[in-house]
T-cell receptor, first 116, second 109 residues
């Protein structure tokens, strides 16, 4: 495996279900991100982990719970979601949490989530 | 507040040149990124500018004016495979990326 992988690619869940999204990066990066992408809207940053520590939580509802057990893996645990949470959830990684050249973010293919 | 503006959609002809504009307002500034996203796929990195001026990379070039809060992506010799959304993102004082909604570029033969 190379780059950033995400599973599952598609997920349909009811509002009372509990599910988890998984992201894995094989790039040796130290920062990982969760984004929400809705149609015709800007990417919304949800969480940032830098060297396994959460450095950003952009006022995300508690029904989304991230977990970063190590620098290569990132999870997003979902429970009691709402239909408006239906979107593409993208994981990304970068060398570290700083910007600049050679520190661009590499994205996974995303999980298309539908909440019924 | 922080904001990125870019056109929603543009149409161009195969073989032609197109310029996609982006204006930004951020708290602090640590550079401007352009990404390409084909339908149903992940965004992929195209370019990064932090100093004023033009950066050229093959058929794609990116320009930045920090004083004007303005950037553009220039695509030359357009090919059908360039049909995609182009995302502009500015890095703020905390190195967070503030994203635009993307410009959908349609290439016609």
């Amino acid at each position: 495996e190379t780059g950033v992988t995400q599973t599952p690619r598609h997920l349909v869940m009811g509002m009372t279900n509990k599910k988890s999204l998984k992201c894995e990066q094989h790039l040796g990066h130290n920062a990982m991100y969760w984004y929400k992408q809705s149609a015709k809207k800007p990417l919304e940053l949800m969480f940032v982990y830098n060297f396994k520590e959460q450095t950003e939580n952009n006022s995300v509802p508690s029904r989304f719970s991230p977990e970063c057990p190590n620098s290569s893996h990132l999870f997003l645990h979902l429970h009691t979601l709402q239909p408006e949470d239906s979107a593409l959830y993208l994981c990304a990684s970068s060398q570290d949490g700083a910007g600049g050249p050679y520190n661009e973010q590499f994205f996974g293919p995303g999980t298309r989530l539908t909440v019924l | 507040g922080q904001n990125i503006d870019q056109p929603t959609e543009m149409t161009a002809t195969e073989g032609a040149i197109v310029q996609i504009n982006c204006t930004y307002q951020t708290s602090g500034f640590n550079g401007l990124f352009w990404y390409q996203q084909h339908a149903g796929e992940a965004p992929t990195f195209l370019s990064y500018n932090v100093l004023d001026g033009l950066e050229e990379k093959g058929r794609f070039s990116s320009f930045l004016s920090r004083s004007k809060g303005y950037s553009y992506l220039l695509l030359k010799e357009l090919q059908m495979k360039d049909s995609a959304s182009y995302l502009c993102a500015a890095s703020d004082s905390n190195y967070q990326l503030i994203w635009g909604a993307g410009t959908k570029l349609i290439i016609k033969p």
